[in-house]
């Protein structure tokens, strides 16, 4: 693939100066000192072949029991044809309880000590949009009175800013309108968290922490397998669930019912008919991100 990385590495350099490009990388290059050979060398995703998939499978399922003396299956998931997901969230109905949040947290294997999530949960001030001003990090009971709750995720956009700016075209959105990220291939230079409108993609500043007993053993090479040091990594709608037909591991465990998901290419689907029945809304329109993720209230 072109732009090879070691090449946008040495543009980097030469772009950021021999201190900035040090500090910037500094992750990465920890991360660097545990690769195999083979781990080095291996292609893009889109450039294996199924026998070279196979091999490396095999190597990340070997990998996550010899590091987290766990055994697991790493599938490789690939869209369905016809199917384009999409996402609705009630806001009327959420109470702010964060069970999505910890759900994410559980279903996509992330680090213990941080209690990382893909999801946040904001709560606003009732008549306000200004999603600068909402918290994320309340600690009272709720709901609260005056208070309403918006949890923020990626948005899977179709006009993607995150793909546009990695140079190493390690993000990219798949048929089914997901955004995913090659983990073996991203280089951490994080310019796809910064790109991100949302807030929506995580860097791993160190090796995550999971105890085996606490490892979800059932996932997929561009969703939920441990992702390594010095990387960015983000939601994927739960793929490893998604493509085989369940749903978000985050829809699941909400008490209220306030997620909506499905196919937005199947008219019969309750997601469109949520598009079709209520009035919608997405995050920050006005930067033509075209997000797959909607917002609704009942009145």
């Known amino acids: 693939m072109d732009p090879k990385r070691r090449t946008v590495l040495k543009v980097l350099g030469g772009t950021l100066g021999a201190a900035a490009f040090a500090r910037a990388l500094a992750p990465l290059a920890a991360w660097s000192k545990e690769q195999s050979v083979d781990e080095f060398l291996q292609k893009h995703y889109q450039e294996l072949s199924p026998q070279e998939l196979a091999k490396v499978l095999r190597r ?8 987290y003396g766990k055994k697991v299956t790493i599938q490789d998931l690939r ?3 016809g199917v384009e997901f999409g996402y609705a969230l009630n806001l009327s109905v959420c109470i702010g309880c964060r069970r999505c949040a910890e759900a994410c947290h559980i279903e996509n294997n992330h680090d213990r000590s941080t209690n990382n999530s893909y999801i946040r949960v904001l709560e606003m001030e009732q008549g306000s949009f200004d999603m600068e001003r909402g918290s994320a990090t309340y600690d009272h009971p709720v709901p609260a009175d005056g208070k309403y709750y918006m949890p923020v995720q990626c948005q899977q956009c179709d006009n993607a800013p995150c793909v546009k700016v990695c140079p190493v075209q390690a993000t990219w959105k798949e048929s089914d309108g997901i955004v995913v990220v090659d983990y073996n291939w991203c280089i951490g230079c994080r310019y796809c968290e910064a790109a991100c409108p949302y807030h929506a993609r995580r860097f791993n500043w160190k090796k995550p922490e999971v105890p085996a007993e606490e490892i979800n053993p059932d996932q997929a090479y561009l969703s939920n397998r441990i992702r390594p040091q010095g990387v960015v990594e983000k939601c ?3 793929l490893h669930r998604t493509r085989q037909g369940r749903l978000p591991a ?3 465990a909400c008490p ?7 196919n937005l290419l199947d008219p019969d689907s309750e997601i469109r008919w949520v598009l079709e029945n209520k009035r919608v809304f997405v995050l920050k329109e006005d930067l033509g991100t075209r997000p797959r993720f909607f917002y609704y209230f009942d009145s």
């Open 256 to 262: 209220t019912g306030a997620r909506v998901f499905g």
């Open 60 to 67: 990340l399922e070997d990998d996550t029991e010899r590091k």
């Open 250 to 252: 985050c829809l699941e």
């Open 79 to 81: 869209p369905q044809q």
């Open 236 to 238: 994927t709608f739960c």
